[in-house]
T-cell receptor, first 114, second 113 residues
Framework: GAVVSQHPSRVICKSGTSVKIECRSLDFQATTMFWYRQFPKQSLMLMAT?????????EQGVEKDKFLINHASLTLSTLTVTSAHPEDSSFYICSARPMTDTQYFGPGTRLTVL | DQQVKQNSPSLSVQEGRISILNCDYTNSMFDYFLWYKKYPAEGPTFLISISSIKDKNEDGRFTVFLNKSAKHLSLHIVPSQPGDSAVYFC????????????FGQGTRLTINP
Protein backbone atom coordinates (compact mmCIF):
# COMPACT_ATOMS: atom_id res chain seq x y z
CA GLY A 1 0.00 0.00 0.00
CA ALA A 2 0.84 3.72 0.06
CA VAL A 3 1.95 4.03 -3.54
CA VAL A 4 2.56 7.41 -5.12
CA SER A 5 3.06 7.81 -8.85
CA GLN A 6 4.36 10.69 -10.92
CA HIS A 7 4.01 11.45 -14.59
CA PRO A 8 6.01 12.02 -16.64
CA SER A 9 9.19 10.48 -15.29
CA ARG A 10 11.31 12.53 -17.65
CA VAL A 11 10.59 15.60 -19.74
CA ILE A 12 12.70 17.79 -21.99
CA CYS A 13 11.30 21.11 -23.08
CA LYS A 14 12.36 24.33 -24.75
CA SER A 15 12.99 27.47 -22.79
CA GLY A 16 9.82 29.53 -22.40
CA THR A 17 7.37 26.65 -22.49
CA SER A 18 5.31 25.31 -19.59
CA VAL A 19 5.48 21.81 -18.20
CA LYS A 20 2.90 20.01 -16.07
CA ILE A 21 3.85 17.23 -13.68
CA GLU A 22 1.20 15.00 -12.12
CA CYS A 23 1.35 13.33 -8.73
CA ARG A 24 -1.17 10.66 -7.80
CA SER A 25 -1.76 8.65 -4.67
CA LEU A 26 -2.83 5.29 -6.04
CA ASP A 27 -4.25 3.47 -3.07
CA PHE A 28 -5.10 6.14 -0.55
CA GLN A 29 -6.56 9.59 -0.33
CA ALA A 30 -4.36 12.50 0.55
CA THR A 31 -5.70 15.87 1.59
CA THR A 32 -2.12 17.12 1.61
CA MET A 33 0.65 16.48 -0.87
CA PHE A 34 4.11 17.96 -0.97
CA TRP A 35 6.36 19.05 -3.80
CA TYR A 36 10.13 18.85 -3.44
CA ARG A 37 13.03 19.72 -5.65
CA GLN A 38 16.44 18.11 -5.58
CA PHE A 39 19.57 19.52 -7.16
CA PRO A 40 22.45 17.16 -7.93
CA LYS A 41 24.14 15.86 -4.81
CA GLN A 42 21.94 17.97 -2.57
CA SER A 43 19.12 17.36 -0.19
CA LEU A 44 15.43 17.53 -0.94
CA MET A 45 14.07 21.04 -0.66
CA LEU A 46 10.40 21.48 0.08
CA MET A 47 8.85 23.82 -2.46
CA ALA A 48 5.23 23.85 -1.40
CA THR A 49 2.46 22.07 0.41
CA UNK A 50 -0.51 21.25 -1.77
CA UNK A 51 -3.89 21.32 -0.03
CA UNK A 52 -6.94 19.72 -1.59
CA UNK A 53 -9.56 22.30 -2.35
CA UNK A 54 -7.50 25.30 -1.31
CA UNK A 55 -4.43 27.24 -2.25
CA UNK A 56 -0.99 25.77 -1.92
CA UNK A 57 1.38 26.97 0.76
CA UNK A 58 4.73 27.93 -0.70
CA GLU A 59 8.07 27.91 1.07
CA GLN A 60 10.07 31.06 1.31
CA GLY A 61 11.85 31.89 -1.91
CA VAL A 62 9.63 29.78 -4.15
CA GLU A 63 7.85 31.80 -6.84
CA LYS A 64 4.13 31.12 -6.71
CA ASP A 65 3.53 32.38 -10.23
CA LYS A 66 6.27 30.23 -11.66
CA PHE A 67 5.38 26.99 -9.91
CA LEU A 68 1.63 26.62 -10.10
CA ILE A 69 0.15 23.93 -7.91
CA ASN A 70 -3.35 22.54 -8.20
CA HIS A 71 -4.76 19.89 -5.89
CA ALA A 72 -7.92 19.04 -7.77
CA SER A 73 -8.89 15.89 -5.92
CA LEU A 74 -7.89 13.74 -2.97
CA THR A 75 -5.64 11.66 -5.21
CA LEU A 76 -4.16 14.17 -7.64
CA SER A 77 -1.91 17.17 -7.38
CA THR A 78 -0.24 18.90 -10.32
CA LEU A 79 2.81 21.12 -10.51
CA THR A 80 3.13 23.36 -13.55
CA VAL A 81 6.46 25.00 -14.23
CA THR A 82 5.53 28.07 -16.25
CA SER A 83 7.84 29.74 -18.75
CA ALA A 84 10.57 27.28 -17.91
CA HIS A 85 14.21 28.30 -18.10
CA PRO A 86 17.38 26.21 -17.96
CA GLU A 87 17.84 27.02 -14.27
CA ASP A 88 14.54 25.23 -13.59
CA SER A 89 16.12 21.99 -14.73
CA SER A 90 15.99 19.72 -11.74
CA PHE A 91 14.53 16.58 -10.22
CA TYR A 92 11.02 17.21 -8.89
CA ILE A 93 9.53 14.81 -6.39
CA CYS A 94 6.10 14.74 -4.80
CA SER A 95 5.00 13.03 -1.63
CA ALA A 96 1.71 12.25 0.06
CA ARG A 97 0.66 11.10 3.47
CA PRO A 98 -2.07 8.57 4.21
CA MET A 99 -3.60 8.51 7.67
CA THR A 100 -0.23 7.76 9.25
CA ASP A 101 2.80 9.79 10.18
CA THR A 102 4.82 8.64 7.20
CA GLN A 103 5.16 10.46 3.91
CA TYR A 104 5.50 8.35 0.80
CA PHE A 105 7.31 9.68 -2.22
CA GLY A 106 6.73 9.40 -5.91
CA PRO A 107 9.50 8.24 -8.23
CA GLY A 108 10.34 11.77 -9.30
CA THR A 109 10.37 13.70 -12.57
CA ARG A 110 13.55 14.79 -14.28
CA LEU A 111 12.99 18.12 -16.00
CA THR A 112 15.52 19.37 -18.52
CA VAL A 113 14.98 22.79 -20.04
CA LEU A 114 17.01 23.48 -23.16
CA ASP B 1 19.85 27.34 9.03
CA GLN B 2 20.28 23.60 8.67
CA GLN B 3 17.95 22.11 11.27
CA VAL B 4 18.73 18.53 10.34
CA LYS B 5 22.34 17.64 9.71
CA GLN B 6 24.04 14.57 8.38
CA ASN B 7 27.67 15.41 8.83
CA SER B 8 29.07 12.46 6.92
CA PRO B 9 28.53 12.90 3.19
CA SER B 10 29.73 9.37 2.54
CA LEU B 11 30.37 6.08 4.31
CA SER B 12 31.99 2.90 3.10
CA VAL B 13 31.34 -0.42 4.86
CA GLN B 14 32.33 -4.00 4.22
CA GLU B 15 29.55 -6.39 3.29
CA GLY B 16 28.25 -8.24 6.33
CA ARG B 17 29.39 -5.60 8.79
CA ILE B 18 27.28 -2.99 10.52
CA SER B 19 26.55 0.35 8.86
CA ILE B 20 25.85 3.26 11.20
CA LEU B 21 24.45 6.45 9.76
CA ASN B 22 24.16 9.48 11.98
CA CYS B 23 21.87 12.48 12.06
CA ASP B 24 21.72 15.49 14.36
CA TYR B 25 18.95 18.04 14.73
CA THR B 26 18.64 21.40 16.39
CA ASN B 27 14.91 21.97 16.71
CA SER B 28 13.55 20.58 19.97
CA MET B 29 10.03 20.78 18.51
CA PHE B 30 10.68 17.86 16.17
CA ASP B 31 8.61 14.92 17.34
CA TYR B 32 8.84 12.34 14.59
CA PHE B 33 11.86 11.13 12.67
CA LEU B 34 12.19 9.09 9.51
CA TRP B 35 14.89 7.50 7.43
CA TYR B 36 14.63 7.26 3.67
CA LYS B 37 16.79 5.47 1.15
CA LYS B 38 17.27 6.94 -2.29
CA TYR B 39 18.73 5.63 -5.52
CA PRO B 40 19.76 8.05 -8.29
CA ALA B 41 16.88 9.36 -10.38
CA GLU B 42 14.31 7.78 -8.09
CA GLY B 43 12.12 9.06 -5.29
CA PRO B 44 13.06 8.31 -1.68
CA THR B 45 11.85 5.04 -0.23
CA PHE B 46 10.67 4.99 3.34
CA LEU B 47 12.76 2.73 5.58
CA ILE B 48 11.92 3.21 9.21
CA SER B 49 10.67 5.85 11.60
CA ILE B 50 10.62 6.65 15.28
CA SER B 51 8.44 8.78 17.47
CA SER B 52 10.00 11.05 20.07
CA ILE B 53 8.38 9.01 22.85
CA LYS B 54 10.62 6.07 21.97
CA ASP B 55 14.37 5.63 21.93
CA LYS B 56 14.58 2.62 19.65
CA ASN B 57 12.66 1.07 16.80
CA GLU B 58 13.64 -2.06 14.97
CA ASP B 59 12.52 -3.52 11.66
CA GLY B 60 14.47 -6.46 10.33
CA ARG B 61 18.02 -5.41 9.57
CA PHE B 62 17.24 -1.76 10.32
CA THR B 63 17.25 -0.19 13.76
CA VAL B 64 16.84 3.48 14.53
CA PHE B 65 18.04 4.92 17.82
CA LEU B 66 16.94 8.29 19.17
CA ASN B 67 18.76 10.25 21.86
CA LYS B 68 16.53 13.22 22.58
CA SER B 69 18.85 14.85 25.08
CA ALA B 70 21.64 14.87 22.52
CA LYS B 71 19.26 15.62 19.64
CA HIS B 72 20.81 12.75 17.77
CA LEU B 73 19.50 9.77 15.89
CA SER B 74 21.22 6.95 14.11
CA LEU B 75 20.32 4.22 11.69
CA HIS B 76 21.98 0.84 12.09
CA ILE B 77 21.96 -1.66 9.25
CA VAL B 78 23.19 -5.12 10.08
CA PRO B 79 24.32 -7.10 8.28
CA SER B 80 25.04 -4.70 5.44
CA GLN B 81 24.34 -5.96 1.95
CA PRO B 82 25.47 -4.66 -1.47
CA GLY B 83 21.88 -3.64 -2.24
CA ASP B 84 22.02 -1.23 0.67
CA SER B 85 24.35 1.02 -1.32
CA ALA B 86 22.35 4.24 -1.78
CA VAL B 87 21.96 7.71 -0.35
CA TYR B 88 20.25 7.77 3.03
CA PHE B 89 18.32 10.80 4.23
CA CYS B 90 17.08 11.42 7.71
CA UNK B 91 14.05 13.63 8.08
CA UNK B 92 12.26 15.23 10.97
CA UNK B 93 8.74 16.48 11.41
CA UNK B 94 7.92 19.39 13.65
CA UNK B 95 5.17 19.11 16.21
CA UNK B 96 3.47 21.99 14.44
CA UNK B 97 3.57 22.73 10.74
CA UNK B 98 1.23 20.65 8.60
CA UNK B 99 3.37 17.54 8.58
CA UNK B 100 6.23 19.18 6.73
CA UNK B 101 9.43 17.17 6.73
CA UNK B 102 12.86 18.70 7.10
CA PHE B 103 15.58 16.67 5.45
CA GLY B 104 19.25 16.27 6.16
CA GLN B 105 21.80 16.52 3.36
CA GLY B 106 22.08 12.77 2.93
CA THR B 107 24.85 10.23 3.40
CA ARG B 108 26.02 8.10 0.52
CA LEU B 109 26.52 4.55 1.77
CA THR B 110 28.68 2.17 -0.23
CA ILE B 111 28.78 -1.49 0.71
CA ASN B 112 31.94 -3.19 -0.50
CA PRO B 113 31.88 -6.91 -1.31
Amino acid sequence: GAVVSQHPSRVICKSGTSVKIECRSLDFQATTMFWYRQFPKQSLMLMATSNEGSKATYEQGVEKDKFLINHASLTLSTLTVTSAHPEDSSFYICSARPMTDTQYFGPGTRLTVL
Amino acid sequence: DQQVKQNSPSLSVQEGRISILNCDYTNSMFDYFLWYKKYPAEGPTFLISISSIKDKNEDGRFTVFLNKSAKHLSLHIVPSQPGDSAVYFCAARPLQGAQKLVFGQGTRLTINP
